[in-house]
């Protein structure tokens, strides 16, 4: 497979990502590894010549071990903010997200078997919205209490 679509600048990484937006029973999928002290969404980094939608079915597949259907775009999201991983340390990372909304089936049974770029396992947990650890992305509190059919578009700059 080809690389991810991290790319190093002279002043800091372009990260290009896919999320996962995996709701059942009024709560949704989050990623939590023993490393950091908050969760992130399912999902990964494009590969180079892979579409958004290849990315995110592909990186759910390697997070849930299910293979899932996509729903429909739900986000975009331009992310600034320093690299908090290993690799990224020190530098300012530049974000684009595309979150997508799964279809879900009825007997989704995950099973996550996947690691961070450092080595550390990750675990999948099942949040509400008003779940009291920290959670990225932070518009997920309001935005998936109330879902809309629309693609809506943020920016966060905490670089």
């Known amino acids: ?38 969760m992130y969404s399912v999902g990964g980094r494009l590969k180079f010549g892979e579409t958004t939608e290849e990315a995110v079915v592909r990186e759910v597949y390697e997070e849930t071990g299910v293979k ?6 739900g986000f975009i999201h331009e992310n600034f903010f320093p690299g908090d991983s290993l690799v990224k340390r020190g530098n300012v990372v530049h974000e ?24 550390n396992k990750e675990h999948l947990v099942w949040i509400s919205p008003d779940h009291p650890k920290k959670y990225y992305p932070e518009f997920f509190k309001t935005e998936l209490s109330n879902p809309s059919m629309e693609v809506k578009r943020f920016v966060t700059r905490n670089a």
């Open 96 to 119: 684009i997200s595309f979150f997508y909304y799964m279809k879900v089936p009825d007997d989704f049974e995950p099973e996550c078997n996947s690691f961070t770029e450092d080595g």
């Open 68 to 73: 899932m259907e996509i729903d429909r775009l």
């Open 1 to 38: 497979m080809s690389q991810d679509l991290c790319v190093k600048m002279q002043d800091g990484i372009l990260n290009i990502r896919v999320g996962a937006i995996i709701i059942k029973d009024g709560k949704f999928l989050m990623v939590e590894n023993d490393r950091f002290d908050h």
